[in-house]
Structure formats: structure tokens, C-alpha cells
């Protein structure tokens, strides 16, 4: 397997706090990476460390294989990016702006700027300087503009900010095409799990400056949505005799007195049966049905997870 994006305890802070704290991440060569995660949880900075826009306090970058240093500046012609909101020359055109922009990427297929345009749903708007685009025009502008020198790894920092469902929703077939035609290895963040879970094929979860779940999106959708939970006042020795007895991979402890059980190849009966046998009193139990969206949630607003 071929990884793009290596990280390796990443870490940067600001005046003593960690923004971005140990982060070991693995994008894989043509899949669609998705970072999750409310406002403040460190993905620009994480992005901005790839991009060398950033220096990390600690721990490695590798891209494309070859680890990266402060010097290296040549693997930035093999990506594409948007970070944080695109600025363009506001008097030119959309297609003067990209012209710019190759000239200085030094990137000369000429066609390309208008397949851009295209793919971006901008190729009609011929005339009018960028001052008078909207914001969702000058976001799709900003990808047209990721996209023209054709990079191998496209790194979009919550692309859909100011686009309207319907442009949402162009945006996620855009970058299917991207991933699946021309081969591109996409990172996208987003604090909306809704925008990414249609296309991601691994979403990395984060809170508070941490990585706190990297996992392939085929793995999540049935097995983690099903749980049994369990309340109980004696939350550790249960989630111990549990995951002794039964050698189970997935369970999560919450601070108001519940466990759940993200493992449904085992019985709610078997699972009652051991706690009674090793006296831990049990309040209730029962089998449930999360939304990905409660199951994201329960991640980011806590529950340790015992492995
Ligand atoms: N230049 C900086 N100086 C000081 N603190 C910073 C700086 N850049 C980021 N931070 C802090 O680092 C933390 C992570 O910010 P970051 O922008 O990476 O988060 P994010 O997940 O991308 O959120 P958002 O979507 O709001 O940008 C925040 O607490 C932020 O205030």
C-alpha cells in the first residue's frame, strides 16, 4: 500500500498549547481522506503542516514517500490545495487568475484552465471580474484553481464553507470524479459529518488538537452504528470482565455510568450472563440503533475506548 500522507507524531503549539498534538496519520494513494471535527480541533494547522505553510514543533512529515524537511519546497508542484479562503486578483477573470497561476507554478498546458473551469461549473462566466462573484463562485474559483496543474494529492481546508446544498452536493460528485477519473489522493476536512461520510473512504476524527480515530469508512457504517449498552455503577470492572471474557475490540465508557458494546457478534444475553457470574450489578442493558452521526458525536464528546 502507497501512502501519499505520512504523519508521525505530529505536533505544534502556540504560546505552550498544543493545537495540533501527536497526530499519526496515513492518507493512502487515491483515496478520499476525510478530517472530522468541531472548529479549534487542529485540522488547518495539521493541513498547513503539510503544506509547509506551517513548521511543526515535533514529529515527521513524509510525502510521497520522502520524508520532508524546512527546505522542501519541490513536492508543493504535486499538490493542489485550499487553505483557509482563496485569494484571487479581483480585477481579472476567473481565467486570467488561473493563467497567473500556472505561469507561476510554471505549469504550461493551457487547456487544463479550461477543463478546470469546467469541471467547476464556471466556464459560462467569461467577463466578469472575480470582485463580483459570490462566495460559493469564489470557492468553486479556489478549486478550479487546486485542480488546473492536475496535482497527485489535493488538499481541500473545508471546501463547502459558503456553498448552498445544491453546491454542496456538486462539490462531493466533483471530488468523486476527481478520485476516480484522474486518480487524485483527496484530504478534506470538514466539522460536518454529512458532507464526508458520502465520500470518504477513511475518516479521521479529531478533538482538541488529537487524533482520536482513523478508520476506514467500510468499517463504521453497519458494525458501529449497532451497540449494546450497558448502565452500570461499576463501569471498569465490567468493561474489564467483558473485554476478558470475549475479547472484544470495541467498547467505549461513558462518565455517567454506561458502557456500550460496539460489537453485536456477541449475545446481549452472553454479555449479561458474565457480568451477573462476576457480581457486577447491573441497572439495564439493551440493544440500540446509532445514526453515524451519534456514533462521531460519542467520539469527539468523550467515552475512553478500551481496546
Ligand atoms: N497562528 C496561531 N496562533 C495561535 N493559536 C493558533 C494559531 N493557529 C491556530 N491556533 C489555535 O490552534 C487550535 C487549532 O486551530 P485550527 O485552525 O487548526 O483548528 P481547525 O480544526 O482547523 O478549526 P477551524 O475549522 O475553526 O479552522 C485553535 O485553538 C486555534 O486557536
Not at 481565467?95 to 487547456?111: I, P, R
Not at 460489537?263 to 457480568?275: E, G, I, P, S, T
Request: overall charge negative; aromatic content about 6%.
Amino acid at each position: 500500500m502507497v501512502h501519499i500522507v505520512k504523519t508521525n507524531q505530529l505536533t505544534r503549539t502556540y504560546g505552550g498549547k498544543e493545537a495540533v498534538s501527536n497526530v499519526s496519520m496515513s492518507v493512502k494513494q487515491g483515496e478520499i481522506y476525510g478530517m472530522l471535527g468541531p472548529n479549534g480541533a487542529g485540522k488547518t494547522t495539521v493541513m498547513k503542516m503539510i503544506t509547509n505553510l506551517v513548521k511543526p514543533t515535533a514529529g515527521e512529515i513524509e510525502l510521497f514517500g520522502e520524508r520532508i524537511t524546512d527546505s522542501s519546497y519541490r513536492h508543493l508542484g504535486r499538490m493542489g490545495m485550499i487553505i483557509e479562503t482563496p485569494i484571487f486578483y479581483d480585477k481579472m477573470t476567473a481565467h486570467e487568475n488561473l493563467e497567473l497561476h500556472c505561469d507561476y507554478m510554471g505549469y504550461h498546458n493551457k487547456n487544463s484552465i479550461k477543463e478546470a473551469l469546467e469541471l467547476v461549473n464556471l466556464n459560462a462566466i467569461d467577463k466578469k471580474p472575480v470582485k463580483e462573484f459570490s462566495l460559493g463562485m469564489k470557492q468553486r474559483l479556489g478549486i478550479a484553481r487546486a485542480i488546473t496543474t492536475k496535482p497527485e494529492l489535493l488538499i481541500l481546508d473545508e471546501p463547502t464553507n459558503g456553498l448552498d446544498p445544491v453546491g454542496i452536493k456538486e462539490m462531493r460528485e466533483l471530488f468523486s470524479v476527481l478520485s476516480k477519473q484522474f486518480g487524485m489522493t483527496i484530504l478534506v476536512s470538514s466539522h460536518i459529518l454529512g458532507e464526508i461520510e458520502l465520500i470518504a473512504d477513511t475518516i479521521a476524527v479529531m478533538n482538541g488538537g488529537k487524533l482520536l480515530q482513523e478508520v476506514p469508512m467500510e468499517h463504521i457504517t453497519r458494525q458501529n452504528t449497532e451497540y449494546i449498552e450497558i448502565t452500570t455503577r461499576e463501569c471498569g470492572k465490567a468493561a474489564y470482565v467483558l473485554e476478558k471474557q470475549f475479547q472484544l475490540t470495541n467498547i467505549r465508557v461513558f462518565d455517567g455510568g454506561q458502557i456500550r458494546v460496539y460489537d453485536c457478534r456477541v449475545a446481549q444475553n452472553d454479555l449479561m450472563k458474565a457480568l451477573v457470574l462476576h457480581d457486577v450489578a447491573i441497572e439495564s442493558i439493551y440493544k440500540k440503533t446509532g445514526s453515524l452521526e451519534d456514533y462521531f458525536l460519542s467520539i469527539i464528546n468523550g467515552g475512553d475506548v478500551v481496546v
